[in-house]
């Protein structure tokens, strides 16, 4: 079949059949679709042989490129041994041998991994091994959790109930189980009306204050350390995550710490706790973890959690939870392939140059008229594009402007993904400078054609940008 014969099929499949996520569909079907059909290092590549640079990782998932041979040699070879066992009830070496990796790297005094297949089970299983150790405990009451305002765990009815994003969120409330929500750290934002440094982290006194109101009743407190994500690359100001693991302390409630974005070297250091010293009693990660190559999770706990869950099978103690494939050999071989390169070449070692440069170009971008915040840990980048700077109004909605810069910057080769008004940028970690300078000056020039004052794209609706929708 030739390639415009080709395109045509697929087009048409996609149209007739296939349901997008986060995607308005009838706007979707208006638009032809971006294929995609191979990856190398940095790089997607389109059905017609054009090249892109893989800006958001595959949506925050690529950690050591596309294509990267060790990864793909791993799951090669375990295809002619088996794809997948199960763990109920059965033992394989990967689940193990990954078991001793993750908790060799992982935050202090968390000794058990419990597999699943995504963030969110991650943080289901998080949210449900904390209330079932209360229950053994004899705290029956501690059958609540606390999460922050602008959190994002995830798309399962659990996770979603310990979210906090409106746009997302609302809807589903009458689904929901009830949860406390404290302030999010959001300094350009700011719920409580401060100003930071000088208000000496006034959202902190907010979390006590619904921790001393409801810590009895509370299992559990679920917080993504450092960085809202979802939210639009919320960066917390520093002692907030040392802050909020003390007051769990002080106030007996479980920290849960989702690391599913965070994690696996994407901030800087293996993990985002490592940046204050924090250990979380619950560590649940996934997208990184197989270096973006398949689907795998893991909710990772301390030794005090799992010892309440031990007695004798009438005793009903288990934890009833598990999923199909959970803890599937080929993408434990993958996950081992990828946690290994990071030893082997250094990467959190090759990745602090590339920060400082990151460093060094967002601050050019942050000087645009309508960029109103730029926020960074790390490879996690977020850019806040405002209508007015100086009054901080944001582009309504309807404008669609994250969208249209995305669109702008396609053109250009760069593929990247907006939250809102908030560009995002969070490329493979074994990104080069060069293409790294690529990939921030295309945005920022995107960013100034689309936004600029002498530009008459302005009021221009339509392009490609109905494919990119979040709605
Ligand atoms: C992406 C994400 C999730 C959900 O992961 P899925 O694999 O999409 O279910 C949960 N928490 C955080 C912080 C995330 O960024």
Redesign the pocket.
């Known amino acids: 079949m030739n390639i415009k014969a080709l395109k045509r099929r697929i087009e048409k499949l996609d149209r007739e059949h296939l349901w997008h996520p986060f995607t308005q569909m009838k706007e979707w079907a208006e638009e032809p679709p971006l294929i995609i059909t191979r990856g190398r290092g940095v790089f997607l590549k389109d059905i017609y042989g054009r090249w892109y640079i893989d800006g958001v990782s595959s949506i ?1 998932v690529n950690v050591h490129g596309h294509g990267k041979k060790e990864i793909d040699d791993a799951i090669k070879e375990q295809v002619d041994k088996i794809s997948h066992s199960t763990l109920l009830g059965l033992a394989h070496p990967l689940a193990a041998e990954l078991a001793g990796m993750i908790v060799k790297i992982a935050p202090r005094g968390l000794t058990k991994v419990f597999y699943s297949d ?3 089970t991650a ?1 289901e299983v998080g949210l449900k091994m904390a209330f079932q150790y209360w229950q053994h405990k004899g705290n029956k009451e501690k059958t609540k959790f606390i999460s922050l305002t602008n959190a ?4 399962t009815i659990g ?1 979603v109930s310990v979210g906090g994003i409106e746009l997302f969120h609302e809807l589903f409330s009458p689904l929901l189980f009830k949860s406390f929500k404290a302030p999010s750290p959001y300094c350009y934002r700011c719920e409580l009306n401060k100003k930071h440094p000088s208000c000496r982290l006034t959202c902190l006194k907010g979390m006590e204050e619904v921790l001393k109101k409801h810590h009895k009743e509370t299992a559990g407190l679920v917080i ?1 350390p450092l960085v809202q ?2 939210a639009g690359m919320i960066v917390f100001p520093d002692g907030y995550l040392k802050g909020v693991r003390r007051l769990c302390n002080k106030y007996n409630v479980l920290m849960i710490a ?1 690391e ?2 965070t994690g696996i070297g994407r901030t800087g250091k293996m993990f985002a706790c490592e940046h204050e010293g924090v250990s979380p009693d619950i560590l649940c990660l ?2 990184g973890i197989t270096g973006g190559y398949l689907p795998l999770a893991a909710t990772v706990t301390a030794e005090k959690i799992y010892r309440v869950f031990l007695g004798r099978y009438k005793d009903l103690k288990s934890f009833f939870h598990g999923h199909t494939y959970t803890g599937n050999q080929l993408a434990c071989a993958a996950a081992i392939a990828n946690i290994s390169l990071f030893k082997k070449e250094g990467t959190l070692r090759k990745m602090r140059p590339r920060i400082k440069i990151l460093e060094r170009e967002l601050a050019k971008i942050s000087e645009h008229p309508h960029v109103g915040d730029v926020r960074q840990k790390g490879f996690m980048v977020g850019i806040e594009l405002v209508r007015d700077k100086k009054t901080k109004e944001p582009y309504p909605l309807e404008d669609k402007m994250g969208i249209r810069v995305c669109a702008e910057a396609l053109k250009n080769g760069v593929i990247i993904r907006p939250l809102g008004n908030v560009i995002v940028l969070m490329p493979p970690l074994t990104i080069s400078a060069h293409e790294l300078n690529s990939l921030t000056r295309i945005t920022g020039e995107a960013i100034g054609t689309v936004t600029g004052p002498a530009c008459p794209a302005y009021r221009q609706a339509g392009g490609r940008q109905g494919r990119l929708v979040i709605s």
């Open positions: 925050w995504s963030g969110s943080v994002y765990h995830g798309d996770a993504e994500g979802a989702d599913v974005a996934a997208k």
